[in-house]
Nanobody
Framework: QEQLVESGGGLAQAGDSLRLSCTITTSGRTFRDIGWFRQAPGEEQEFVAAIRWIGGATAYSDSVKGRFTISIDKVKNTVYLQMDSLKPEDTAVYSC???????????????????WGQGTQVTVSS
């Protein structure tokens, strides 16, 4: 049974770093793509980053490119989102998502993912 569990959120000050984890359990299959999305209060859900399990191709939103890094630890079945140089506008609930059948051109779209974690809150103060 597929399960995604996020951890690592919390409070940070502008300029600080946080690392989010998405620990993945499956029924034996390997997900094709893992994505991170975020949603701030009153805002629509926003794509943050994605990574392809086989090959490691990555994609980032313009708002986080150069500050955030997505990576995989295949031994731990965990996807990380390293967030550096945090800004108050990074405050949101961050959720990881997974798909067995994503087309790479669609990884920025939330509807491409069938499996979601519960989310973890990140709050950045100025």
């Amino acid at each position: 049974q597929e399960q995604l569990v996020e951890s690592g959120g919390g409070l940070a000050q502008a300029g600080d770093s946080l690392r989010l984890s998405c620990t993945i359990t499956t029924s034996g299959r390997t997900f094709r793509d893992i994505g991170w999305f975020r949603q701030a209060p009153g805002e629509e859900q926003e794509f943050v980053a994605a990574i392809r399990w086989i090959g490691g191709a990555t994609a980032y939103s313009d708002s986080v490119k150069g500050r955030f890094t997505i990576s995989i630890d295949k031994v731990k079945n965990t996807v990380y989102l390293q967030m550096d140089s945090l800004k108050p506008e990074d405050t949101a609930v961050y959720s990881c998502a997974a798909s067995y059948s994503t087309i790479w051109s669609s990884v920025r779209q939330s509807r491409a993912y069938a499996y979601w974690g519960q989310g973890t809150q990140v709050t950045v103060s100025s």
